[in-house]
C-alpha cells in the first residue's frame, strides 16, 4: 500500500502546516483520498484534496498536544466524506526534531478515530463495508521533514506501515540489491547510482509507437529503463521507414505490429532483465487503459489528438506523470518549412492539463475518435496510401531525446517541474519557447480543476 502526495500538493500543504503554528504547539492536516486498486497486492491512495484547520477549529493546541472542535470533525465528514466516500489521512506534527514516534495518545485517539469512521457510515445504505472509510496517519517532527505513516484497520484493532511519496515518481529501489557493476552504465554514474537504479525500476507506458514513440524507447532504454508497456494497434508500413531506427523493408512486407518492432529494439538493448509488454490495441480500450493505469510514468507520442485526451485523462484519474511528444511540420506559402518539436509535462496531481492549457483541441479530438474507427477500417483494406502530415527523423529525434532529457531529469531532480513544463522548439528559427506555466489553466477545468 502507498500514499502518493503529488509535489505541488504537498508544498502547498507543508506551508500551510507551518504557517498554522505560532510557536512550537502541535499542528494538524487531512487529506482526502481516492484509492487505486493497481492489482490484488497493490493499493495506492491519491489525495483529491487537503484541509489545514486555523487556530479557532482547535479545543486545546498545544506543544503536548489537541484537540479539534466537534464541528470541524462533522465538517470534514459531510465536505468529504458523506458524498465522496473518500479515505482520510491525519497528519499530525510532535513539537521535536529527528525521526518522530507515534505516541500512546496517538494510537489511542487514532484507534478510536478509525472506528468512529466506519461506524458512522450505515451498513444498510449502498455502502459495501469495504467501501467504509479507511484511516491512514502520519506524524511528523515539527520541520516536517521526518515521517512515519501507518494505516488502521476499519476496526481501530490494528495497522501497518504505508509507504509515502511525494515526488513525481513511486519508485523504492531495493537498497540491498547489489550495485550494477554494469559496464553499460559506467558513463552515466555521475547522475547517481540511485538514479540509475531508479531507471532500472521505472515502468514506462508508451503510447505510441511511431516514428517518435520509437527513438523515445530506443534512448530512455539505452539510458537504463527495461520495464515497458507498449500501445499502438499500427503496422510498420513502407512509409515510416524513413524514421523508425532499425525498421527494415522485410518488417513492413511482414506487417509488424508497430508494438512487436519497439520491443525488438529493447531487446535489442537488453538481451536479458527487460519486461516489455506489448498491446497491439487503441487507448482507447479498457485493457490498455488498465495497463497504462498501473504504470509508474506515461508518455503519448500519437499523432492524434483523442490519444492524447485518453491518456492525460488516465494520468489525471490515477495520478501518474504524463510526457506529451509531438512535432509539426507546416510549408509555407513561399515553400519555406516550419518545423516545432513540443514536449509537455502538464503538473502531477492537476493544476492544468493538455485541454485546458490548449496543447490539444477538444474538438478535433472528438473529430478524430469518431472518424477514427472508419479511417482504421480503410487503411486496413488499402483504400488510404497511408501518407499523411511530412515527418522527419531528425526532427522526432530532437523532440524524443528533449523528453528523455527531461523524464532524467525529473528523476535526478535537476529541473523542477512541479507546476509542470511546455517547451516548443522552432526549427530554421532556433528558438526555444517557453510556456509559463503560470500562465496555463483555469481554475473551472472540467478536466483537472479541483
Ligand atoms: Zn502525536
Ligand atoms: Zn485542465
Same mark, same amino acid.
Given at each position: 500500500?502507498?500514499?502518493?502526495?503529488?509535489?505541488?500538493?504537498?508544498?502547498?500543504?507543508?506551508? %500551510?502546516?507551518?504557517?498554522?503554528?505560532?510557536?512550537?504547539?502541535?499542528?494538524?492536516?487531512?487529506?482526502?483520498?481516492?484509492?487505486?486498486? @493497481?492489482?490484488?497486492?497493490?493499493?495506492?491512495?491519491?489525495?483529491?484534496?487537503?484541509?489545514?484547520?486555523?487556530?479557532?477549529?482547535?479545543?486545546?493546541?498545544?506543544?503536548?498536544?489537541?484537540?479539534?472542535?466537534?464541528?470541524?470533525?462533522?465538517?470534514?465528514?459531510?465536505?468529504?466524506?458523506?458524498?465522496?466516500?473518500?479515505? =482520510? =489521512?491525519?497528519?499530525?506534527?510532535?513539537?521535536?526534531?529527528?525521526?518522530? *514516534?507515534?505516541?500512546?495518545?496517538?494510537?489511542?485517539?487514532?484507534?478510536?478515530?478509525?472506528?468512529?469512521?466506519?461506524?458512522?457510515?450505515?451498513?444498510?445504505?449502498?455502502?459495501?463495508?469495504?467501501?467504509?472509510?479507511?484511516?491512514?496517519?502520519?506524524?511528523?517532527?515539527?520541520? +516536517?521533514?521526518?515521517?512515519?505513516?501507518?494505516?488502521?484497520? /476499519?476496526?481501530?484493532?490494528?495497522?501497518? /506501515?504505508?509507504?509515502?511519496?511525494?515526488?513525481?515518481?513511486?519508485?523504492?529501489?531495493?537498497?540491498?540489491?547489489?550495485?550494477?557493476?554494469? $559496464?553499460?552504465?559506467?558513463?552515466?554514474?555521475?547522475?547517481?547510482?540511485?538514479?540509475?537504479?531508479?531507471?532500472?525500476?521505472?515502468?514506462?507506458?508508451?503510447? #505510441?509507437? #511511431?516514428?517518435?514513440?520509437?527513438?523515445?524507447?530506443? +534512448?530512455?532504454?539505452? +539510458?537504463?529503463?527495461?520495464?515497458?508497456?507498449?500501445?499502438?494497434?499500427?503496422?510498420?508500413?513502407?512509409?515510416?521507414?524513413?524514421?523508425?531506427?532499425?525498421?527494415?523493408?522485410?518488417?513492413?512486407?511482414?506487417?509488424?505490429?508497430?508494438?512487436?518492432?519497439?520491443?525488438?529494439?529493447?531487446?535489442?538493448?537488453?538481451?536479458?532483465?527487460?519486461?516489455?509488454?506489448?498491446?497491439?490495441?487503441?487507448? %482507447?480500450?479498457?485493457? %490498455?487503459?488498465?495497463?497504462?493505469?498501473?504504470?509508474?510514468?506515461? @508518455?503519448?507520442?500519437?499523432?492524434?489528438?483523442?490519444?492524447?485526451?485518453?491518456?492525460?485523462?488516465?494520468?489525471?484519474?490515477?495520478?501518474?506523470?504524463?510526457? &506529451?511528444? #509531438?512535432?509539426?511540420?507546416?510549408?509555407?506559402?513561399?515553400?519555406?518549412?516550419?518545423?516545432? &518539436?513540443?514536449?509537455?509535462?502538464?503538473? $502531477?496531481?492537476?493544476?492544468?492539463? $493538455?485541454?485546458?492549457?490548449?496543447?490539444?483541441?477538444?474538438?478535433?479530438?472528438?473529430?478524430?475518435?469518431?472518424?477514427?474507427?472508419?479511417?482504421?477500417?480503410?487503411?486496413?483494406?488499402?483504400?488510404? *496510401?497511408?501518407? #499523411?502530415?511530412?515527418?522527419?527523423?531528425?526532427?522526432?529525434?530532437? &523532440?524524443?531525446?528533449?523528453?528523455?532529457?527531461?523524464?532524467?531529469?525529473?528523476?535526478?531532480?535537476?529541473?523542477?517541474?512541479?507546476?509542470?513544463?511546455?517547451?516548443?522548439?522552432?526549427?530554421?528559427?532556433?528558438?526555444?519557447?517557453?510556456?509559463?506555466?503560470?500562465?496555463?489553466?483555469?481554475?473551472? &477545468?472540467?478536466?483537472?480543476?479541483?
Amino acid at each position: 500500500m502507498s500514499l502518493h502526495i503529488p509535489p505541488k500538493m504537498w508544498h502547498q500543504f507543508y506551508h %500551510a502546516m507551518l504557517d498554522a503554528r505560532t510557536t512550537n504547539e502541535e499542528v494538524i492536516g487531512f487529506f482526502f483520498c481516492k484509492r487505486h486498486q @493497481v492489482s490484488k497486492q497493490k493499493v495506492r491512495y491519491l489525495p483529491q484534496s487537503w484541509v489545514v484547520p486555523s487556530a479557532d477549529c482547535y479545543e486545546r493546541q498545544s506543544a503536548n498536544g489537541l484537540v479539534m472542535k466537534q464541528e470541524f470533525h462533522q465538517y470534514l465528514i459531510e465536505t468529504f466524506l458523506a458524498k465522496e466516500k473518500l479515505d =482520510v =489521512v491525519h497528519i499530525h506534527t510532535h513539537s521535536d526534531r529527528g525521526k518522530p *514516534e507515534f505516541s500512546g495518545v496517538d494510537d489511542r485517539y487514532e484507534s478510536e478515530y478509525a472506528r468512529f469512521l466506519s461506524s458512522h457510515f450505515n451498513p444498510s445504505a449502498a455502502l459495501s463495508f469495504k467501501k467504509k472509510p479507511r484511516l491512514i496517519s502520519g506524524v511528523f517532527d515539527e520541520t +516536517l521533514q521526518q515521517s512515519q505513516f501507518r494505516i488502521w484497520d /476499519r476496526k481501530g484493532q490494528s495497522f501497518e /506501515r504505508i509507504n509515502c511519496s511525494r515526488s513525481w515518481f513511486e519508485l523504492t529501489p531495493d537498497v540491498n540489491t547489489p550495485n550494477e557493476t554494469d $559496464l553499460m552504465f559506467a558513463r552515466q554514474q555521475a547522475f547517481g547510482e540511485g538514479v540509475q537504479k531508479q531507471l532500472g525500476e521505472l515502468t514506462v507506458a508508451l503510447i #505510441g509507437c #511511431g516514428g517518435i514513440g520509437a527513438i523515445f524507447a530506443e +534512448l530512455l532504454g539505452r +539510458l537504463g529503463v527495461k520495464k515497458w508497456i507498449l500501445i499502438d494497434r499500427d503496422r510498420v508500413e513502407s512509409v515510416n521507414l524513413n524514421r523508425l531506427p532499425a525498421a527494415t523493408q522485410d518488417m513492413a512486407t511482414q506487417q509488424w505490429y508497430k508494438v512487436h518492432y519497439v520491443k525488438h529494439l529493447i531487446k535489442r538493448i537488453y538481451a536479458t532483465g527487460s519486461h516489455v509488454k506489448t498491446i497491439p490495441t487503441s487507448i %482507447a480500450d479498457e485493457s %490498455a487503459k488498465q495497463e497504462v493505469a498501473a504504470a509508474d510514468l506515461i @508518455v503519448v507520442a500519437t499523432d492524434n489528438h483523442s490519444s492524447r485526451q485518453v491518456a492525460q485523462e488516465l494520468a489525471l484519474t490515477y495520478m501518474r506523470p504524463l510526457v &506529451c511528444l #509531438g512535432t509539426h511540420i507546416d510549408i509555407q506559402p513561399n515553400n519555406t518549412p516550419r518545423m516545432y &518539436c513540443r514536449v509537455t509535462v502538464p503538473p $502531477l496531481g492537476g493544476g492544468w492539463c $493538455l485541454m485546458c492549457g490548449n496543447i490539444i483541441n477538444l474538438h478535433r479530438a472528438a473529430l478524430e475518435s469518431a472518424a477514427d474507427e472508419i479511417n482504421h477500417l480503410a487503411a486496413r483494406v488499402g483504400y488510404v *496510401e497511408g501518407i #499523411g502530415d511530412p515527418a522527419v527523423f531528425w526532427l522526432n529525434s530532437l &523532440c524524443a531525446s528533449t523528453g528523455v532529457g527531461v523524464i532524467h531529469s525529473m528523476l535526478s531532480g535537476f529541473l523542477d517541474v512541479d507546476n509542470g513544463l511546455d517547451w516548443i522548439y522552432e526549427f530554421p528559427g532556433s528558438n526555444w519557447l517557453k510556456t509559463n506555466p503560470e500562465y496555463l489553466g483555469t481554475c473551472g &477545468c472540467y478536466f483537472c480543476g479541483v
